[in-house]
Nanobody
Framework: QVQLVESGGGLVQAGGSLRLSCAAS????????VGWFRQAPGKEREFVAAIGGSGIRRGSSIYYHDSVKGRFTISRDNAKNTVYLQMNSLKPEDTAVYYC?????????????????WGQGTQVTVSS
């Protein structure tokens, strides 16, 4: 079992930056792939970025949605059991609740159903 807690959300003006953190507790975190997803009001939860764990055997180790490439960076610090999402050049359309999720799969998933554990989410609001 893995417990995930997101933090770092808030209100920022367009063009600004935020860094989200996903802190994990429980079993060996370094083995898990971690993804960031977001959900805006009235919309489905969508993939943002993901990073593989030490158990990855197939595919690339990092993926980004096209809409955030060049603006967002995902990274992890296994010593701190934490995954980060650095978000730069934020746009109003980035406004959503951001969730981190963990997976024991040997590949990096980009779909909601590929993740086993979820945090409660953190609100990101980008004003124009």
């Amino acid at each position: 079992q893995v417990q995930l807690v997101e933090s770092g959300g808030g209100l920022v003006q367009a063009g600004g930056s935020l860094r989200l953190s996903c802190a994990a507790s429980g079993r060996t975190f370094s083995n898990y792939g971690v993804g960031w997803f977001r959900q805006a009001p009235g919309k489905e939860r969508e993939f943002v970025a993901a990073i593989g764990g030490s158990g990855i055997r197939r595919g690339s180790s990092i993926y980004y949605h096209d809409s955030v490439k060049g603006r967002f960076t995902i990274s992890r610090d296994n010593a701190k059991n934490t995954v980060y999402l650095q978000m730069n050049s934020l746009k109003p359309e980035d406004t959503a609740v951001y969730y981190c999720a963990a997976s024991e799969a040997d590949y990096v998933g980009v779909l909601v159903y590929q993740y086993d554990y979820w945090g409660q989410g953190t609100q990101v609001t980008v004003s124009s």
